[in-house]
């Protein structure tokens, strides 16, 4: 390559919408995934599940499964903890055991697992195991869990792992996980002082990720390392905890991660990755799981939730106070719901200037599937409750949705409720973009007797996740190609050419001659995890840094053997200094963002590093007669910093809008004592073509983040914040019913007609 340093032949190489550097590998089905991978004597495993919600183990008999044909091993905790003797994981706390040890705690916990070359022997076995159980009382509801006799951990035993979560304590007794809570100014007395005070309740229901690759995991046991190939949002957690459980320095484990059919927050921290590990020890020889559909459905979840917002009021409806509660379903085990507790629980009264504030929010054990990270990392049930409560108070006291969000709305510099001044922040420029999309002071054609059309808006914001270490090293060859090596992990949402965008940027060469390594963690150095829309600041700063890094090397190198830089192919550079086309420069880069952990009030200066905007705005078409509606227009606006690559940025607008369309009218894990009722695509629905709107229309507002890479920030969630309040003020712009819990269906909305018109249903 002739090009030389600076400068690109192509210009600039950030804010262009360049075509994915994967497309082709995944178009033409070359691209590489866990799920395709088949190594020489492999095992598959497949795992017996618990099918009751809380009980001790009395016993299991294995016998049968061990006898049949095929099977090479049958393995139980007893078994798994002569390798392991504490098989518990986790990132928040360490209650998860690799296989269940003396009690279960929610159906379709894994209790054992059976070991064959034939995927269809070891199920075969796995379905002649039988358990005896002493079932225990269960809980199931959040609210209840924080005084419900019945206990799912009865010690809890913080990881320790996160610097934020580190003030955690073990407690007995208890299924609160972490508890947060916030104070600012005095709430009882702006409630004794504010001429309306108004209070609702809101719930979220349980709903899954859907990733459509499932879970999967490979274990290799080689003579000097365990490799761990996975579809994983986090290789170096992995590396990590696995090190942890086995007691073996971190060079010893291996993690490799090809590219990803999805995560959404599934595959983040340690999944299979203990179990299939584990067995491969033990079996010594490679392991595969991989888990059907149904099975994924007790793997991870996102949190159903219940919410209580209460605000006083001005006549004129200024928000003068507010109070929240939430209480977060964790289900049976932590995983990371403690940092969801904290992170999104300050962010509870929503993006508005209000002085008084109080926040209490708690994460709950239960007696269902464990919940985590899922697209938005609690952000979209909180705004599903504090838009729809800012809807509800706007009519109660006859003001526009657009009026009361204008007089409230957080400006740049003002502090929210944590202290953290507002920097950066589009909130304003985002609100009034979506007025003139929607053309929201126009009229605004409202239907028929039967058919009635309605619209509505909602705002929403989220805080990175903080504090995080990203590094990020770039390698330029003598020809003057570059590779980077970084452990995010490009599971769609196009991180592999941002990254390429960004250190071709940096460097001033053609992002065609930039290669990007699968994170490896014996190649590709620590990230904390792929999560969070945090990529594109962090570990766009880390690779950054690298590439400056290389540049500065190599502007050092020119001036060493008497040459510029500038004007001098970077070819030309290497040869001069080696006399042929030989060497290579490296250079490092790594990222942590200042934090300031919140004092006991739960303020603090620093809570984040960048501020996610998020806006939609949602007409709908309802029948009168029957509660059928349909959304007929979502415009969706977000505040991006400086777009890297404008179609991606697009593609991830649409993708978070249409996920977050499912789980406002149509997902929802339903349960019977603990079962889920409904573990398949043909029961469990998740959007289809013909659910798309008829228009949608989405758009990145103007705005630079100063602190970011080159202007930027993530996008991954940003479209889902504001989908479900938008669509629940819109049928209630239309019909006047107002919905207050998730999903929103016909049948709840007919319910609501039948109660205004006088003539409720019975259930």
């Known amino acids: 390559m002739a090009t030389t340093l600076g400068k690109s032949n192509s210009g600039s190489a950030f804010g262009r919408s360049i075509p994915r550097v994967e497309a082709r590998a995944k178009v033409t089905g070359k691209a590489e995934y866990v799920h395709n991978l088949r190594l020489p004597g492999m095992l598959h495993g497949k795992v017996f599940r618990s099918t009751v919600a809380h009980a001790r183990i009395k016993g299991i008999d294995v016998s049968a499964a061990r006898e049949l044909p095929g099977v090479h091993a049958v393995y139980t905790a007893a078994d798994i903890m002569k390798l392991v003797p504490d098989p518990h994981y986790g990132p928040a706390f360490h209650d998860q055991p690799v296989l269940a040890v003396d009690k279960v705690r929610h159906v379709g916990e894994p209790v054992a697992l059976v070991l064959a070359a034939d995927p269809h022997v070891a199920e075969a076995a796995a379905q002649m195991i039988a358990a005896d159980y002493e079932e225990l009382p269960a809980v199931f509801d959040e609210v209840e869990a924080m005084t419900s006799k019945a206990v799912v951990h009865e010690v809890l035993k913080p990881a320790g792992t996160f610097p934020d979560l580190k003030h955690l304590k073990g407690k007995r007794d208890t299924n609160i996980a972490l508890d947060f809570h916030l104070r600012r100014g005095d709430v009882q007395k702006a409630f004794a002082t504010a001429d309306h005070v108004f209070e609702h309740t809101f719930r979220t229901q349980q709903v899954l990720h859907v990733p459509l690759e499932p879970f999967v995991t490979v274990a290799d046991p080689t003579p000097n390392q365990l490799v761990i190939h996975t579809a994983s949002q986090s290789p170096s957690f992995v590396r990590i905890e696995i090190a942890r459980l086995l007691g073996w320095p971190e ?46 459905f007790y793997q991870i979840t996102k949190h159903a939730a219940t919410l209580r917002i209460k605000s006083g009021v001005s006549k004129d409806g200024k928000i003068l106070a507010r109070e929240c509660e939430v209480w977060w379903n964790g289900g049976a085990y932590a995983d990371i719901g403690p940092r969801v507790t904290q992170k999104s629980g300050f962010t509870a009264p929503g993006p508005y200037d209000i002085e008084h504030v109080a926040i209490d929010s708690y994460a709950l054990y239960t007696n269902l599937p464990a919940a985590g990270a899922l697209r938005g990392f609690g952000i979209p049930q909180l705004v599903w409750a504090y838009e729809s409560h800012t809807d509800m108070i706007a009519k109660a006291l006859d003001i526009d949705p657009l009026a009361i969000r204008r007089k409230n709305i957080l400006k740049e510099g003002r502090p929210q409720a944590t202290g953290t001044l507002m920097r950066d922040a589009g909130i304003e420029q985002v609100l009034e973009r979506l007025a003139q999309r929607m053309q929201w002071e126009k009229a605004f054609d409202r239907g028929s007797d039967r058919l009635r059309r309605g619209r509505g808006i909602a705002i929403g914001f989220k805080a990175s996740i903080s504090p995080t270490t990203s590094v990020a090293i770039v390698n330029v060859s003598a020809d003057g190609s570059v590779m980077v090596n970084c452990s995010t992990v490009d599971m769609g949402q196009g991180s592999d050419t941002a990254m390429a965008q960004v250190v071709a940027e940096a460097l001033g060469v053609p992002v065609e001659s930039v290669t990007l390594v699968h994170p490896d963690t014996d190649v590709t150095p620590y990230d904390m995890a792929t999560l969070g829309s945090r990529s594109t600041f962090h570990m766009g700063h880390a690779v950054r840094l690298a590439a400056e890094d290389a540049r500065d090397k190599l502007m050092k190198l020119a001036q060493e053997v008497g040459l510029s830089a500038e004007t001098t192919p970077i070819p030309d550079i290497f040869r001069k200094k080696y006399g042929m086309q030989a060497g290579n420069i490296v250079g490092v880069g790594s990222f942590i963002p200042s934090y300031a ?70 997902e929802r894990m339903d349960f019977d004592a603990g079962q889920v009722t409904n573990a398949s695509l043909a029961d469990y629905k998740i959007p289809g073509i013909r659910d798309v709107p008829a228009v949608m229309e989405n758009e990145a507002v103007d705005m630079v983040q100063q602190t970011g890479p080159f202007g930027a920030k993530g996008v991954g969630e940003s479209g889902t914040f504001g989908v479900s309040p938008a669509i629940a003020s819109a049928i209630d712009d239309a019909v006047g019913v107002r919905l207050t819990s998730l999903p929103l269906t016909a049948e709840a909305v007919y319910r609501g007609l039948r109660a205004n018109a006088g003539r409720p249903l019975e259930d």
């Open 597 to 666: 952990p919140p004092d006991a009030q739960g303020q603090t200066d620093n809570a984040t590093p960048f501020w996610m905007i998020g806006a939609t705005g949602a007409e709908v078409e309802v029948d009168t007669e029957t509660g059928e509606f349909k959304v007929t227009r979502l415009v969706n606006l977000v505040d991006v910093g400086r777009p890297v690559n404008p179609a991606i940025v697009e593609t991830q607008i649409s993708g978070a809008t249409l996920m977050q369309l499912g789980f406002t009218l149509s």
């Open 251 to 296: 060079n010893r484990v291996r993690v490799k991660v090809p590219y990803l059919g999805g995560g959404f927050g599934a595959k983040l921290y340690i999944k299979l990755e203990a179990l299939v590990a584990i067995a491969a020890l033990l079996a010594g020889r490679p392991v595969k799981i991989s888990l059907t559909m149904e099975e994924q």
